[in-house]
């Protein structure tokens, strides 16, 4: 194998950026049982307006990240407040029907909007070489600010009331409304937090690759298995997963071949469902 | 064998004055109505013609262009009774297609060939369409081929480069309009041979076209001697180029060559950015050619070649008229997808003006195999019928372009061939 | 000597689709009081606590709780309101440390980590406060859930069966930890259980119901001999204290 560490590093910022949109999958579907199609499509509007904080007013990616994930921060809360909230407690088919609507609804007004043009920033191009590993400079922006705003959502979720009361409302809605615990509140902020996360996901894709209004639904397909590998519900367990996914992806176009490695990720989920059925993270609650 | 489609003529003839008369009535019938069809509605029977398109999903932008291609040329047809470039055809200037409106019947396959199937059946036997157009992509021509053969019905593919579509099929009923994807990246082999590379990599999205473009490539490679380093097919649902790349640049090429659509081409220039990798020469599949590859990479997309079927600034008879519609009715410059989807529905065109009729499909096919013409989009000949390889592209050719910079706007240059070019190569790569 | 009732159920009705599980039910809770409320199952005891708690909304009649009518709040301003309940089946939070577990119900007032402390004591449990609640005995569990509730000062603690599955030495602590509760900080209990030795044994007053219904209503000697009460519990034959000891 050639360069491990060059893989490796790839591997990392590629997991780094799928654990964002992936952790708030997870945070949404362990607070209110709901797989939310649409969240990939927050990654891309969070992209759009990236893209076009850069395009009209000439603002760096790194300025628009948080406008970005403060506008589809509110986008998600409203959202889940008018819609969502209504399908809370219903059968996952219910919540998956609403979801899957919502998100034929906005990408394809993104589409009407926005056009089907393949847009990016072209920002942090140049490569920097680092222990023999050679990156743009993008990438390990990237990759930073991903592992920040991860790292930020954990401190949340472990530190402070509202995040106690969100993984409280996770593991434990009746007991958590016992506690006093406003969990409606929870949900929407919750979700909130996962739009806003996905939005910074996007704001990283629109410097790191490009963006188009159909790539939510991509993004969703990767997550979505991240998120069933590191266990349903558990953040910790979806940013587990969404490095190993990275690396896997990584080594796996290496070492045995392109065509094989997007294969891998599945093998993994199918090793898991037989040895560990309710993921890599056991318990089906937002954790630690 | 199956249904052969005869639509009982109900061609009572549109005269001058007819249509003079009417156009009282027609004014307000389009102010109301707001389309052209109108126009006809009292005259004559529209002339339904179905296609299916992918207009959502992977390629949904080029299927949309491609869109704007047929609607343009059912416009022209319906308000001049010509597409550009083919007044002088026999029964042309009549509004329409031999005096019957043209009604586009478009349906959405998702870009997935086994929709296409579904819709075409659809269009055959439920919607009873007149005539057809062809899809958009390789994939979807190839899957829905069988059903055109079957219904029999003479229809031109605008979007399907792949020969093997119809290289030993001997297909009946369908003819290629775009340039083979044996003839992509027209140079690369000799400039690279020409400058003393050898070793090249390709690599390629597996899925129709870009396999057979790298077929290609592969044997043209082998031909020009030069050594293949590393030839490797990735799969559709990538969003990350950089391991591939990676590997690329382990293997010691110097040529990097392949992709498969945009997505492919601004991921690959973006992953060899991004690891600081310098080959000679970077080629790469379509991407290059769209006007999106260099507003999304700006100034990382220099020197990058690729190629492409037809360019704004050809010379092709109607053209430039053309591309001047298309700002007119769209705005902004078209891309190849519309001129080819244009220039297919101009083959359909003339074969039925020349055969004067619109039901005897045999006679329109014999036409539109026999054809020696010219579109907007690009030169047309294909194989005769009684050859294995009846209906492939003959004559079309593609040209080789550079992102360039010039006064401060980047721009694609051609560069390839010499009788075509309007600027140097740059080489190596920078 | 008679309170004012800190808790009321006031005609309080609740169906599911055709079975009336809280028919027009109607009893008081005295400040200060240990109320036992007992009956047979699916006598619709822990319904009434999840519509006094707001779990489960009722369809007709009053929670009255210090005399507001609260059955139009959500089961989040109850608990803040001062009305704690713990579950039938111990609810803790799994994935959470003791101390996590506590200060859910003290959302965003961390000058009480010394009450916090304070309660997991009372119950033995300081010691383990930086461990999971799951690795907790189920009797453990039923501690930690009432330390938990105190988080909240609730004036009135709502207990469903709290001697269920708690061994008789930790059930000791329990019930002298109730008993202090209430002697010292003036708390309420209205307690469901089985355990008739505890009822009679511990509450000032019992509510029995059956059906759906309060059958009756008095001290456990009137209870115990209330002919009413033993046909709801065994048709005639039985008493129900003559298991008395015995109990769950
Ligand atoms: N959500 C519900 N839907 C339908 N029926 C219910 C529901 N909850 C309770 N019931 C029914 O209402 C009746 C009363 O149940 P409840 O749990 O209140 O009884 P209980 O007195 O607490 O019994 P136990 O002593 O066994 O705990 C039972 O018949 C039960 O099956
Ligand atoms: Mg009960």
Redesign the interface.
Known sequence: M??PL??LA??L??GAIYSLVAVGLSLVFGVMRVINIAHGDFAMLGAYVAFFAWDWLGLSPLVSLLPAMAILFLFGAGLQRLVIERVVGRPLLASLMLTFGLSLIIW?SS?VAFT?????I?YL?E?V?FLGV???Q??IVGFVLALILTGALFAFLKFT??G??I??TS??Q???????????RARTLAFGIGAALAAAAGTLISM???I?P?MGF??L??TFTIVVLGGLGSVAGALVAAFAYGLL???G??ML???I??ALPFVLLIAIMIFRPSGLFG?S???? | MCSRKYVPSNDTGLTRRNFIKTTGVVAIGTAIAGHIPTIFAQQKKPLRIGASISL???Y??SG?EQHKGYMLWAKHVNELGHSYGKADLPNSGEPGLLGRPVELIVLDDRSDPTTGVRLYNELIHSRQVDLLLGPYSSAVTNAVAPIIENAQIPTPNPMASSTAIWEGRNLQWQVQVQPPGSRRLPGLTQVAMEHGDEKIAI?YE?SEFPRNAAKALRARAKEDGLQIVLD????V????W???V??VM?SGATVLAGGGY??DA??IT?AT????YQPNILSLLVGVALP??R??????ALTVTGDADWTPNVNYPGAQKYVEAYRSEYGGVPEYHSAGGYGAAQILEEAVRRAGTVDDFEKIRDIMFELKTTTVFNLYEVAPLDSPDSGLQLAANRVMLQVQEADGKLENAVVYPDEAANAQWIYPFQ | MMQAPVFEARAVTKSFASLRAVDDCSFAVEKGAIVGLIGPNGAGKTTLFDIA???TRLDSGQIVFRGEDISAL???QR??KGL????QLT??????TLM?NM???S???HRLHERAREYLELVNLVDRRHEYASDLSYGQQKLLELA??L??DPELILLDEPAAGVNPTLLKSLLAFIHELRDTWGKTFLIIEHNMNLVMGHCDKVVVMSAGSVIAEGSGEEIQANEEVLEAYFGKSTHPLGRAGHGA
């Not at chain 1, 089907?116 to 990016?120: A, F, I, Q, S, Y």
């Not at chain 1, 609650?285 to 630690?288: I, K, P």
Request: aromatic share 8%.
């Open positions: 050639d360069h060059q893989l790839n591997g910022v590629v394809n589409q089907t043009k393949l847009r990016g072209s191009t490569p070489t050679t990156m743009s993008s990438y009331a509202p106690k009361a993984r409280a593991q434990n009746d007991v958590a409304l016992a506690c006093g615990i406003d969990v409606r790191t690759g490009f188009y159909y991509e993004y397909a990767k992806e990584s080594f176009t290496a071949s392109p065509r490695a997007p318990t609650v937002a954790d630690r | 959502t999903g992977k949904a932008r949309e690599i597996d490797t097919a990735y799969p649902k990538i969003t990350d950089t391991p591939i990676q590997q382990n945009l997505p601004i991921g973006r950015r991004s690891l600081g999106d590859y507003d999304t990479l700006g100034k990382a | 708690s707001g779990a959500k089961p989040h608990a803040l704690g309940r713990t579950f609810r803790v939070f799994p994935k959470m996590e200060f859910v119900a959302p965003g007032d938990r509730i988080m909240l």
